[in-house]
């Protein structure tokens, strides 16, 4: 088996979330499974790879979504591709959510920006069997209204009897009804003692930063804050060493890595 | 262990035959450093050969033959068929053999997946290592796990006698190469062993005095809590950014993927890269956790000697002083470590 080998993947279909954000549908030949919390890494023809963590179920067996913001070289030319155009993948890589361990807690997410997009597989993985949880708490905070990602699905999982969903948005405007300000400002009365659920937290370094503290001021375990900490990574499987995060390699041992494993370093989230 | 003797007036002859296993590479010496060339069976005098092998560490750390510097590792949508063919290389000392062991496979060989690439190359390459009977001042294995010679590891191990050269079998392989060396290898007499003894002690009480220093012992702790940026920026005020020290670093492993359209496909191009490099840590939208050079300078002393024991109880670095010897700036690793 040569591990730098990529699959090919056909696109289905491309949604359009916001401006600078699009979920792409992928067919991949053979068919790629994963884990919630595993990312794969996903080649832009004759550009390059990056990683993504897909943003679907993994319960889905035909077809892989992947959300992804235009932000650089590899993303631009992905985002010029349309339904038809094939590219390729390789994975999964990486530890999935230990999810057993959430059986009968409260299960805290909380995204920021794109940084929803993996939640979203393991909010999805999580429905799958809602009852098993106490109570999923979906907190989203997004910069303005414009920028909401999923913003058609909020409506159904707000309908899920075991959900609770809590949105924000940076700035505000006179179209959005819910709750102005950063995503820690959600965070505030949280309706359950932290020391019953745990926390799984996806976004922007400064985002993770300010909601790993706020958690911890809340009173959440160290063991129980969930961190994707996705760096460079290059390989994928702990080879090339660009992901280092301590004496941690985040594709390897992480990309999600529990707080008490990260604690230590000088600045976690630079 | 079994244990031969080649005389000084066979090491052509002994180059020749390992040429049968594969491409020979063996220690030559260009510009007063011991560097790698191809065996063609040309005419060098015995003694010029002698010489080499006595000499410290060839410029080439051993890596070069193992991961090379670039290489393609993929493609598609046709695939591709790798082709490695046995190799044989001569003239790697105990820094270096202990580079490709104690880091390298621990790197490629082990974790969630193997290289298939270096893999293969571990097993069809021949590895005979050589004593290293004369410390320069750029040297400090001793003080960092390792001996200025190698008695595991390789396939064979050349030794300095009284007159001429122990060859010990430490594999298999090695087993089944030196059977097929016919008269070249000759019983070892027990005179030579106990002058190849006392040139091993010679060169231990060397090092022991260039290094005279231990390091201390908790070396991942003080770089953890090394966090003044003015240490690393002290430490690093001569430095060009040449990267020199990471190319020719032993036990360096990074590399990045990148790909380039051929035809109506793609090739996978893996090239080594170097953690100094200002876009080492950039992801993508621009954010660089390694923005800094002095944060880019303790990333590298972190992977080496804190990272790397704290996963494989060994650091990465051998002390084959390449990277002193090398340096534009005249920055010494030992020191910058016991200032730490």
Known sequence: MNPYESRQANIKEVIVETPTIRTFVLEPKPALSFHAGQFIELTAPGVGEAPFTPSSSPYEEESLEVTIMKVGRVTSKLFDLRPGDTLAIRGPYGVPYDIDRYDGRHVLIVGGGVGLAPLRSLFLALLHNVSAYKKIHLYYGARTSRDVVYDRMFKEWDKIKNVEIRRSVDVGDKNWKEKVGVVTVLLDGLPFKPKDGLAVACGPPIMMKFTTKRLLELGFADEDIYLSMEKNMSCGFGKCGHCRLGELFCCKDGPVITWDRIKHLEDAFV | ?340
Request: hydrophobic share 35%; glycine share 6%; charged share 30%.
């Open chain 2, 1 to 340: 262990m079994r244990s031969l003797f080649l005389p000084l007036a066979s090491i052509p002859a002994f180059y020749t035959r390992l040429a049968k296993y594969g491409e020979t590479y063996y220690p030559r010496v260009l510009e007063r450093h011991a560097t790698y060339e191809v065996w063609r069976d040309e005419e060098i005098p015995a003694e010029e050969l002698y010489q080499a092998l006595k000499m410290i560490r060839p410029v080439e750390p051993l890596k070069e033959f193992f991961l090379g510097s670039r290489e393609r590792v993929a493609s598609f949508p046709q695939l591709f068929s790798k082709d490695i063919k046995p190799k044989v290389i001569v003239g790697a000392k105990d820094c270096d053999i202990r580079s490709l062991i104690e880091i390298q496979d621990n790197v490629y060989l082990k974790g969630v997946l193997e290289d298939p690439f270096y893999k293969e190359r571990r097993e069809k390459y021949l590895v005979v290592t050589v004593d290293c009977p004369e410390p320069a001042d750029t040297c400090f294995c001793l003080r960092i796990g390792g001996k200025p010679y190698s008695a595991w590891g390789g396939d064979l191990n050349l030794s300095f006698g009284e007159e001429g050269i122990i060859v010990d079998v430490l594999s298999a392989k090695g087993d089944e190469i030196v059977e097929k060396m016919g008269d070249v290898l000759t019983e070892v007499d027990k005179k030579e062993i106990k002058k190849r003894d006392k040139h091993r002690a010679d060169a231990e009480r060397k090092l022991a005095k260039i290094n005279p220093e231990e390091f201390a012992p908790d070396l991942p702790d003080r770089i953890e809590h090394q966090l003044d940026t003015g240490f690393w920026a002290k430490a690093m005020a001569n430095c060009v950014d040449c990267q020199a020290c990471e190319r020719i670093c032993p036990t360096c492993y990074c590399f990045l993927l990148y790909d380039i359209p051929v035809g109506k496909g793609v090739e996978r191009i893996k090239v080594l890269d170097w953690c100094y490099h200002a876009a080492y840590g950039r992801v993508g939208g621009g954010m660089n956790p390694l923005a800094h050079f002095s944060h880019r300078l303790r990333n590298r002393f972190e992977c080496k000697f804190m990272a790397f024991p704290r996963n494989f109880k060994v650091y990465a670095c051998t002390g084959c002083g390449r990277c002193i010897a090398g340096c534009t700036g005249k920055i010494d690793i030992r020191k910058v470590l016991r200032a730490l």
